[in-house]
């Protein structure tokens, strides 16, 4: 049998988590606190998320203290190897079915895996580990490690969300070019590339099927039920990459980009290494029209202690960028870690994107926070041109950072919302989609380009190399060492 693409509850217990945005939205952080309570009866699996609670507000410190005395972040990362319970990854030969290896030991398998690995997964009887293990067929044995959204940090609701589906909202303007899209200089007319012809895989909670400034591609992907979103994450990304050019709403950075869903994180923003290989192993064997050339995956775990645990994640990562998919990563909302402490973010085929503010901050009596700044909530790591491991580029994950007296609120990303209409989210989930969107415009400008070249041309034409990211004034401000520029679609495309 192939893998399992649309069947029911096919993924019970991986977690993988998407990355949260910073303080003040409102929306976001109920929904998580409704999905968590409303488990189907798919679910089975806690859900931890790396949101911080929505009223709480980031104190505001005047000095820059180094990372190791650095107060704990403000939203709760995932327990470090967090697991299914009984749950593994079984990685085959390649000569071997793996369908008669997981027969053969008594394993229902919730997915298997014939292009980015030979394998399975599901849960492992006790009584069968032992010889699961010592099978001269497989070639390793992982618990299935849970993966989770990059949960956004809470924002401030802006002017300019709308609750409804289309239409003008705030006097009949119209479509909004949101700030994050005017700061990588990517609103429409800025170039002639628009993404068309070019696959976009949003690797996420799904997206909403329904949005009308969304087209979405009939061909998709879930580890659950349906592909429609029913958290929200996955619609807000999406609109980011590519919400249409048209009089509704917003615009994304590559409006006429083909969005495909694939849906590895359930109702709760959670899912697990499992369920996010199957989405890979999905988006390399497909054949789709037009192709797949750039996945999202705003998501991620903490690094395993046991690092053989992360090898099949890893490979299935290898296998598809070796396919000529550039994958791009959202770096965490945890200013307390660098990338190499994350999942998939540490892995050096991918681009891991930080999260700056886009526009200059309102003042409050310990200062303001301008344009350009590392947002307080974002993990960062200066890239090692030896191991390929740290943050790409910057690129917005919120609007700005007001401060009202000396407490920090982020006012989030405007993008598509989940039922129609815009909402704001702010974190590293939020930038990432940025990136994803230049992505497909360089694909479109020069098909087939790798992802190295993506990678080289992102850096090379950023903007403000070696002044921005600026300092964050928080305790938590995370520099790195390395001031990478952020994010500049002209930049890149001219290169
Ligand atoms: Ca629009
Ligand atoms: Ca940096």
């Keep these: 049998m192939g893998p399992n693409y649309a069947g029911g509850c096919s993924i019970l217990d991986t977690k993988l988590s ?52 650095r107060p704990p972040p403000p939203s709760p990362s995932s327990p470090a190897d967090a697991v299914v319970p009984g749950q593994y990854i079984v990685v085959v030969r390649p ?98 590339y628009t993404g068309a012809g070019v696959g976009v895989a949003i690797v996420d909670t799904g997206i909403d099927l329904n949005h009308a400034d969304l087209a979405v591609q009939p061909a998709c992907f879930t580890a659950y039920s349906a592909c429609q979103d029913d958290h929200g994450h996955g619609t807000h990304v999406a609109g980011t990459v590519a919400a249409r050019n048209n009089a509704i709403d917003v615009v994304g950075v590559a409006p006429e980009a083909a969005l495909y869903a694939v849906k590895v994180l359930d109702t709760s923003g959670s899912g697990s290494d499992a369920s996010v290989i199957a989405g890979l192993d999905w988006v390399r064997t497909t054949v789709n029209t037009p192709a797949i050339r750039v996945a999202n995956m705003s998501l991620g775990r903490p690094a395993s202690a046991t690092a053989a645990d992360d090898q099949p994640m890893h490979d299935a990562i290898k296998a598809l960028t070796a396919a000529g998919v550039t994958i791009v990563v959202a770096a ?38 301008a344009k350009d700044t590392a947002s307080y909530f974002t993990t960062d790591g200066a890239f090692n041109t030896t191991t390929n491991v740290g943050v790409t580029v910057s690129a917005p994950g919120e609007d700005q950072e007001n401060v009202k007296g000396c407490i920090l609120q982020s006012v989030g990303i ?27 415009l360089l694909q479109q400008k020069t098909p087939g380009i790798t992802a190295e070249t993506v990678r080289s041309q992102l850096r090379s034409g950023a903007d403000r190399v070696n002044t921005a990211p600026l300092n964050s004034p928080t305790s938590s401000d995370s520099f790195d060492g390395e001031q990478e520029g952020v994010l500049w679609a002209a930049g890149a495309l001219n290169n």
């Design 414 to 440: 405007l993008s598509t919302k989940l039922g129609g209409g815009t909402t704001r989210m702010s974190g590293t989930s939020m930038a990432a989609p940025h990136a994803t969107g230049v992505v497909a």
């Design 95 to 192: 000569d071997v079915t793996p369908e008669l290896v997981a027969a053969d030991h008594a394993v229902t398998r919730k997915f298997t895996y014939h292009a980015v690995l030979n394998g399975f997964a599901g849960v492992v009887p006790p009584g069968q580990l032992a010889g699961l293990k010592a099978d001269p067929r497989v070639q390793q044995v992982v618990p299935d490690h849970i993966v989770q959204l990059i949960a956004p940090v809470a924002s401030e609701v802006g002017p300019t969300a709308k609750p409804g589906t289309g239409g003008g909202g705030g006097g009949g303007s119209g479509q909004v070019t949101p700030v994050g899209i005017q700061r990588i200089g990517a609103a429409p007319g800025s170039f002639i």
């Design 332 to 369: 965490g909302n945890d200013a307390s870690k660098e990338v190499q402490a994350m999942v998939p973010a540490r892995f050096p085929e991918v681009l891991a994107i930080a999260s700056t503010t886009a526009a200059n901050g309102s003042s409050g009596a310990c200062g303001s926070v």
């Design 18 to 69: 998407v990355h949260p945005p910073p303080v003040g939205q409102f929306a976001a952080p109920a929904a998580d606190r409704k999905s968590a309570a409303q488990q189907d009866s798919c679910s089975h699996v806690r859900v931890s998320h790396y949101s911080a609670s929505p009223f709480l507000l980031h104190r505001f410190w005047r000095r820059r203290s180094p990372r190791s005395s």
